[in-house]
């Protein structure tokens, strides 16, 4: 290893020569890598909505209704001329509304009033709008926005992503700028030199540029991976360049001789660096199990960051620091000395209190953070204090909550269709039906129907049965239906059916995660679990850590459980994950400090000096990740990344108390079981000047 750190510093300049020109060439890589925002989009192949789509998409032109747009004050004429002017949007394939359920010609009080209200009530027309491909859904929102007027309102799937695409570049520039800027702060505050945080943060930057480029590699992202994704790999990886940068100004004060320095601080600082880098690797890497894509999305892409972030902090950043170190030194300024040795004594006081607390809290934590009330899909990503959110409402008051299904069945017996769509017309929440035998009549042969009623209603293979529903996008009432619906077509049509929609595509999803979370958190615990036993080379200190973290992730998704706010699931089980992988770090480096202190220090001296001599980093990277979390929670108008930043922000702050005021005290209750001197017995209180500066 030192031989190795020895050719670093020998080689920095070509070292930073070749980071330099990686950083150029994927700046430019990444503007080309694709963004994905529709989530229904990870769910498993075989997903039985997912084959549905497919089905539909060969079949059919017109594709599942998207869009809800609801017209004010307009008459069956004007509503009528707003279809033909929704039609003529590019990217719009089909538009439906009641003269597709029945006859308007005929007077509309005697016709079936849950259809007529379905599309037409107190004035207000709701018309079903399918843009056909997402390449679409930007422009054609926008024309469609256009066309009826700010006065009116729509909403829907297709607007949700539209609205995710234009607006989440823009929040998650100001998060990161604002983010950057109190990193600045607080290194500013914890390094001696003007000019340390710019190389720190230089460092962040081209880690964070090479793998926003090297992303290129996976076709296209998730917008959640390209929103949260460099934010999270800057505020996980900024502790690495402190520990470093911390042990470098340690190793300084130990000779004059800068390239010796540098070498001897990479090699104190390796074990703890890497066992962190990966802990946080692979706690990220649990979420490829996720048979929900998006986790395999968004663990690849951070594991790798942080593997570029290690790789960048080994390499780039020694190399930099040791070019500009004339510079630095030049820039030097004093900081803040916080004498925090009385915060180690006052922890070793109450070490049994604490420990006493955090047992007691084990158990309600972990129960109430499993009992959350969730959101699957992604009908709640926008808050009513947007215009979707607005709008969503409004259509609601008038016409109440409601979706579309669109079902396939094999078109070859009309008399079956009839019964299945009288077996439909039975169930509770379905308010109209469009398809051949309900529209047309199955006493009407199809050689007299014209082409484009036959595009809509039949094709070569299929007919198609357009359902609407009074029931959310989700919930138990909106599950209970899709089976409901399924169980209905499996009777007559047995393994031969498909249906699709957004409500049906949330249910796959909903089962989809949930059998995904215990998968995901069991191997992410087992994993890091078997990490730390590899380099710590003890059995109870991987629990001890292990353990103090998920207490405290338990406490972070309790919180939203007493507060009786549901969570996003997808949001709950990245959290899981990230959580784990982001702050386990803390303990790996208040741990190494204490059994380096114990060399020469009994345990309460060796408490004391662990607390004072690690705090100030801890704090310098857990206060930029809360920082980074509750800003990206607080600015975001998508709800689900909101979440998952207060999320984030609120866990590291539980994880930094759990650190900093729970761990010492197991680490010394059980200090007897990891630390031995030679002859087996607990290191005793023999110790020099020149090594207790070394390890303070």
Not at 21 to 27: D, H, M, N, R, S
Not at 156 to 167: D, F, K, L, M, Y
Not at 585 to 611: G, P, S, W
Request: proline share 3%; net charge negative; with cysteine.
């Amino acid at each position: 290893m030192k031989r190795f750190y020895t050719g670093v510093v020998k080689h920095r300049v070509l070292i930073l020569v070749l980071f330099l020109l990686a950083a150029v060439i994927c700046l430019g890589l990444r503007q080309q890598v694709g963004v994905n925002y529709d989530v229904n989009d990870y769910l498993p192949a075989e997903s039985a909505s997912t084959v549905s789509l497919e089905v539909m998409e060969e079949e059919f032109s017109g594709g599942i209704p998207n869009v809800r747009v609801m017209l004010y004050d307009v008459t069956i004429p004007e509503a009528l001329e707003y279809k033909e002017r929704l039609e003529a949007v590019e990217g719009v394939t089909s538009v439906t509304w009641l003269d597709d359920a029945v006859d308007i010609t005929a007077p509309l009080t005697t016709l079936d009033t849950d259809t007529v209200e379905t599309y037409y009530k107190d004035g207000a027309a709701l018309l079903a709008v399918t843009i056909g491909a997402e390449d679409d859904y930007i422009a054609a929102v926008d024309n469609i926005r256009a066309v009826i007027g700010d006065e009116n309102a729509m909403t829907g799937s297709a607007v949700s992503t539209a609205i995710s695409a234009t607006s989440t570049t823009a929040e998650v520039g100001r998060v990161a700028a604002f983010g950057i800027a109190f990193a600045m702060v607080v290194l500013l505050l914890t390094t001696g030199s003007w000019l340390e945080p710019f190389l720190v943060l230089a460092g962040l930057g081209v880690a964070v540029i090479i793998n926003g480029g090297t992303n290129l590699i996976f076709g296209e992202i998730s917008f959640v991976t390209n929103a949260a994704g460099s934010i999270l790999q800057m505020a996980v990886s900024l502790d690495y360049s402190v520990f470093l940068l911390h042990r470098f100004d340690e190793c300084r004060e130990e000779t004059e001789d800068i390239g010796q320095a540098m070498v001897t601080a990479l090699c104190r600082s390796t074990d703890s660096i890497l066992s962190s880098g990966l802990t946080t690797v692979i706690g990220f890497l649990a979420l490829v199990l996720m048979r929900y894509r998006l986790g395999a999305d968004l663990g690849l892409a951070l594991a790798k960051g942080v593997a570029v972030s290690l790789i960048t902090v080994f390499l780039f950043t020694p190399a930099l620091l040791l070019t500009v170190y004339p510079l630095t030194d030049r820039l030097r300024h004093r900081t803040p000395k916080l004498r925090l040795e009385g915060m180690g004594r006052v922890i070793h006081k109450l070490t049994i209190p604490l420990t006493v607390a955090f047992a007691l809290v084990i158990v309600p934590a972990f129960l109430a953070s499993g009992s959350n009330e969730y959101y699957y899909g992604s009908s709640h990503t926008f808050g009513e204090d947007t215009q979707l959110g607005a709008d969503t409402a409004a259509i609601e008051a008038v016409f109440g909550q409601s979706d579309t299904y669109v079902l396939l069945v094999p078109g070859t017996d009309t008399a079956v269709q009839t019964a299945l769509s009288d077996s439909l017309h039975e169930l509770e929440h379905v308010t109209s039906i469009i398809s051949y035998v309900d529209s047309v009549g199955a006493e009407i042969p199809l050689e007299y129907l014209d082409k484009s009623t036959m595009r809509q209603l039949v094709s070569d293979n299929y007919s198609r049965f357009v359902i609407s529903v009074d029931v959310p996008y989700e919930g138990e009432e909106t599950f209970a239906l899709v089976e409901q619906i399924r169980a209905v077509a499996q009777e007559y049509y047995p393994d031969s059916y498909y249906l699709a929609g957004q409500g049906v595509s949330t249910y796959d999803l909903m089962e989809t995660i949930q059998s995904d979370m215990l998968r995901v958190n069991l191997v992410a615990i087992g994993a890091v679990f078997l990490v730390l036993l590899l380099t710590q080379r003890s059995v109870i200190l991987p629990v001890l850590l292990v353990l103090c973290i998920e207490t405290a992730i338990w406490i972070n998704l309790a919180v939203p459980y007493f507060a009786g706010q549901p969570v996003f699931y997808i949001a709950y089980l990245i959290i899981s994950a990230v959580q784990l992988g982001a702050t386990v770090d803390y303990a790996i480096l208040m741990t190494d400090r204490y059994r380096e202190n114990r060399r020469t220090m009994e345990k309460r001296e060796a408490l004391v000096h662990t607390v004072s001599g690690v705090t100030v980093s801890i704090l310098t990277s857990g206060s930029v990740l809360t920082v980074v979390g509750l800003l990206m929670g607080y600015m975001s108008s998508n709800q689900l990344l909101a979440q998952l930043g207060m999320l984030l922000g609120r866990g590291a702050i539980f994880s930094l108390l759990a650190t900093l005021l729970v761990l010492p005290g197991l680490l010394t209750l059980f200090d007897g079981i990891f630390i031995k001197n030679r002859k087996g017995r607990p290191g005793g209180r023999r110790k020099t000047k020149r090594l207790q500066k070394e390890v303070s």
